[in-house]
């Protein structure tokens, strides 16, 4: 079965600064990856995916994400942090088709952001 | 165009009562599935429609749920009798047909609270 782990449940940092969240997946092939964040109040928001090709994925507000096959990882990454960004960020990975589960979406618990003035 | 809307907001029930969810997904979108977020939880799958199809539901946790798609078009889920642990953000998403190689793109969420 597939997991989505994002071992960091906050993460406080200072606007301007790098922010990096981490996201550690478990699937059988190659994974349909994807991160979308929830402001308050707000659904969720993509932010980028992953289907294939590029490993390096670019995404709306200026986010971006990696995806690493041989540590299992779709870390996403952004080089400088506006207050806007404060939010809670979700990786997930989607079901290839194959069986009868195909799309559906196995999120990780969520990172929550804030940013320091 | 329109984005996927849910209804209602929020909805506070007592425990025993029914309470019907509604999502409207994107104009054109065959597929419609159904989240749910339990507090201090990751976001997990109930259901899977393709049109009016169930086409997995394996996430649906009892039978106290019973989700329907009218013509393929608006979906909605009923909770009857709802539980105290019923209580979370249900969201809806839709996406175009293209067997696991989709986007969803999610509703605003329900918040239901059952006291």
């Known amino acids: 079965a597939q997991s989505v782990t994002q071992p960091d449940i906050h993460i406080t940092v200072s606007e301007g600064a790098s922010l990096e969240l981490r996201c550690n997946y478990s699937y059988g092939a190659t994974p349909y990856l994807f991160w979308y964040v929830q402001s308050p109040g707000q659904g969720l928001q993509l932010l980028l995916k992953y289907f294939s090709g590029d490993t390096l994925v670019q995404g709306i507000k200026g986010f971006e994400a990696e995806f690493k096959r041989s540590q299992s990882s779709f870390n996403l990454r952004k080089p400088s942090v506006h207050w806007s960004d404060a939010a809670e960020y979700f990786c997930a990975v989607g079901a290839r088709a194959g069986g009868t589960s195909y799309g559906k979406l196995t999120f990780g618990q969520g990172t929550i952001l804030t940013v320091h003035p | 165009e329109a984005g996927v809307t849910q209804f209602p907001s929020h909805s506070v029930i007592e425990k025993g009562q029914t309470v019907t969810l509604r999502c409207d997904p994107i104009s054109g979108h065959d597929n419609l599935y159904w989240y749910r977020r339990v507090m201090g939880k990751e976001i997990k799958f109930l259901l899977h429609f393709v049109k009016e199809s169930k086409q997995d539901e394996s996430g649906m946790p009892n039978n106290r749920f019973l989700a329907e798609r009218t013509g393929g078009t608006y979906s909605t889920l009923k909770v009857q009798p709802a539980e105290l642990e019923d209580s979370g953000v249900y969201f809806c998403?839709?996406?175009?047909?293209?067997?696991?190689?989709?986007?969803?793109?999610f509703g605003p969420g329900t918040r239901l609270l059952v006291l």
């Open positions: 998403a839709s996406s175009q047909a293209h067997r696991g190689r989709e986007t969803q793109y």
